[in-house]
């Protein structure tokens, strides 16, 4: 019998405080290390720019997604998904497993708002079948979040056997809470917190949670536990609060 997965989704703001007055990145990895969690969703990944490397004292000599990585998750995928003149930002899974393959597809709705599907096939140790993760960060307007639900569920229902574990994780920015009843009648898919908890997790802003923008679906897992994390220590760091939850395969 394998032991629980420990997994969590966080929007890192790109590594910077609210309204980018302050690096972070060094205390965002620290904080990361205190959750001890298997896998971990990110979204807004600074994979490099050039003004903010000059402007930052401390900014990382390399990738953010190899960073916060450090010594703890021995693999690691970005999926690079706006680019601009200084640099790239996108979505990213921290792994302690090995990751068999990865995948990042497009998913733009419209030409000014750059977003990405992240999909890793994920060996976990005493499961009788790799885990798939997609990571996602929706557009702001309903209209393209709507076509964008419509290319996840095609790509699950291509891409990832019935019997398979599924984690699906990141920044919807739905704020009318109006997926999970999508995802559970098109692809059987249960949100952690409302399944543990009755209800989303509020995560935005992180210094007064309101809006339920970050969730965590999943399919053939069981939810042991599902933590919003919050406080000082946390909303110094970034605008949304981290999510994390443990499951145990069914």
């Not at 733009?108 to 005493?126: F, T, W």
Request: glycine share 8%.
């Amino acid at each position: 019998m394998s032991s629980p997965l420990h997994v969590a989704s966080y929007n890192i703001h790109k590594g910077l405080s609210q309204f980018n007055r302050r690096l972070t990145v060094h205390e965002l990895r620290d904080r990361l290390g205190t959750l001890g969690t298997d896998i971990v969703f990110l979204q807004e990944v600074q994979g490099c720019h050039g003004l903010r490397a000059s402007r930052f004292q401390h900014w990382p000599g390399r990738p953010q997604t190899e960073f916060l990585a450090g010594h703890v998750y021995t693999d690691f995928a970005y999926g690079k998904n706006c680019v601009y003149d200084t640099g790239h930002h996108g979505n990213a899974i921290l792994s302690r497993h090995k990751i068999l393959s990865w995948e990042n597809e497009d998913i733009s709705s419209h030409a000014y708002e750059s977003r990405g599907m992240l999909h890793c096939e994920i060996e976990v140790p005493g499961m009788a079948t790799p885990v798939h993760c997609i990571n996602v960060h929706l557009a702001l307007n309903e209209g393209g979040r709507k076509r964008q639900l419509a290319m996840i569920v095609a790509r699950v229902r291509k891409m990832v056997p019935d019997n398979a574990p599924l984690i699906l994780a990141g920044d919807f920015n739905d704020w009318r809470v109006r997926v999970g009843r999508y995802f559970e009648d098109e692809l059987g898919l249960s949100e952690v917190f409302e399944t543990h908890h009755g209800r989303s997790a509020r995560s935005y802003p992180s210094f007064m949670p309101m809006f339920q923008l970050d969730r965590i679906y999943v399919r053939r897992f069981n939810i042991e536990a599902a933590h919003v994390h919050t406080g000082n220590a946390w909303h110094r760091i970034s605008d949304h609060a981290a999510l994390s939850a443990k499951l145990s395969p069914t």
